[in-house]
T-cell receptor, first 113, second 114 residues
Framework: GQQLNQSPQSMFIQEGEDVSMNCTSS?????WLWYKQDPGEGPVLLIA?????ELTSNGRLTAQFGITRKDSFLNISASIPSDVGIYFC?????????????FGKGTKLSVKP | NAGVTQTPKFRILKIGQSMTLQCAQD?????MYWYRQDPGMGLKLIYY???????DKGEVPNGYNVSRSTTEDFPLRLELAAPSQTSVYFC?????????????FGPGTRLTVL
C-alpha cells in the first residue's frame, strides 16, 4: 500500500530554536495534513493543505504542500516547551477507500527550556 | 458538544476473549473511522463508515468487526483477542470525507492482550 516517509524520527532542540520536518511519498496526494499528538491523547489537526504549492500558517507553524504533490513540510518557529509532542503528517486522495488517510510514523519533538 | 467519546479508556484482555470498543459522536458527522496506533508508528485505518448502515474495510481489518446502526455510534468488535491486537485504538469523525478541517479524534482506548 501507500507509504509516507516522515523525517526526522525525533528531534531534541533548545527553546527558541526553529524546527523543520518533512514527509515524502512515492505517490501523489490531493491533501496533506499535519497533526500533533500529546501523550495519552488523540491527534489534533494543526494545518490542512489542499492545493499543490500552497503555503499555510497557523501561528508559529507553517506548512507547505509540495509542487510535485508527493511531499510536504512543517516548520515551527521559536519553539516553546508546550510544542513537545509527536507530529504526524498524513496524505489523502478523495473517493472511496482511497479517500482515507495514510499517516507517517511521526516526528517526536523534545524541547529543552 | 462532547465531540468524540470513547469507552473504555483502558482494558486488559486474555487471549481469545472478546470485547466491544465504543465510539460515539454528537456532531451529526456522516463519516466515522477506527484507527489503531502501535508504538512508534502512525495510525492505520481498520474500518470506516460513510453513514448509518454503511461500513467498509480499511488497511488492517482482520480480527475486527464494526456496525453502524445510528449516525452517532460506531462500535468496534474484537471477537477472539490476540496479542497482535495490543494497541491504542482511536475513533474519529468528520462531516465529509474532503472536509478534514472538521475532523475530530477521540481520546483513545489502550488495549493490552495477554
Amino acid at each position: 500500500g501507500q507509504q509516507l516517509n516522515q523525517s526526522p524520527q525525533s528531534m531534541f532542540i533548545q527553546e527558541g530554536e526553529d524546527v523543520s520536518m518533512n514527509c515524502t511519498s512515492s505517490s501523489i496526494f490531493n491533501t496533506w495534513l499535519w497533526y500533533k499528538q500529546d501523550p495519552g491523547e488523540g491527534p489534533v489537526l494543526l494545518i490542512a493543505l489542499y492545493k499543490a504549492g500552497e503555503l499555510t500558517s497557523n501561528g508559529r507553524l507553517t506548512a507547505q504542500f509540495g509542487i510535485t504533490r508527493k511531499d510536504s513540510f512543517l516548520n515551527i518557529s521559536a519553539s516553546i516547551p508546550s510544542d513537545v509532542g509527536i507530529y504526524f503528517c498524513a496524505g489523502q486522495n478523495y473517493g472511496g477507500s482511497q479517500g482515507n488517510l495514510i499517516f507517517g510514523k511521526g516526528t517526536k519533538l523534545s524541547v529543552k527550556p | 458538544n462532547a465531540g468524540v467519546t470513547q469507552t473504555p479508556k483502558f482494558r486488559i484482555l486474555k487471549i481469545g476473549q472478546s470485547m466491544t470498543l465504543q465510539c460515539a459522536q454528537d456532531m451529526n458527522h456522516n463519516y466515522m473511522y477506527w484507527y489503531r496506533q502501535d508504538p512508534g508508528m502512525g495510525l492505520k485505518l481498520i474500518y470506516y463508515s460513510v453513514g448509518a448502515g454503511i461500513t467498509d474495510k480499511g488497511e488492517v481489518p482482520n480480527g475486527y468487526n464494526v456496525s453502524r446502526s445510528t449516525t452517532e455510534d460506531f462500535p468496534l468488535r474484537l471477537e477472539l483477542a490476540a496479542p497482535s491486537q495490543t494497541s491504542v485504538y482511536f475513533c474519529a469523525s468528520t462531516p465529509r470525507q474532503d472536509w478534514l478541517r472538521e475532523q475530530f479524534f477521540g481520546p483513545g482506548t489502550r488495549l493490552t492482550v495477554l
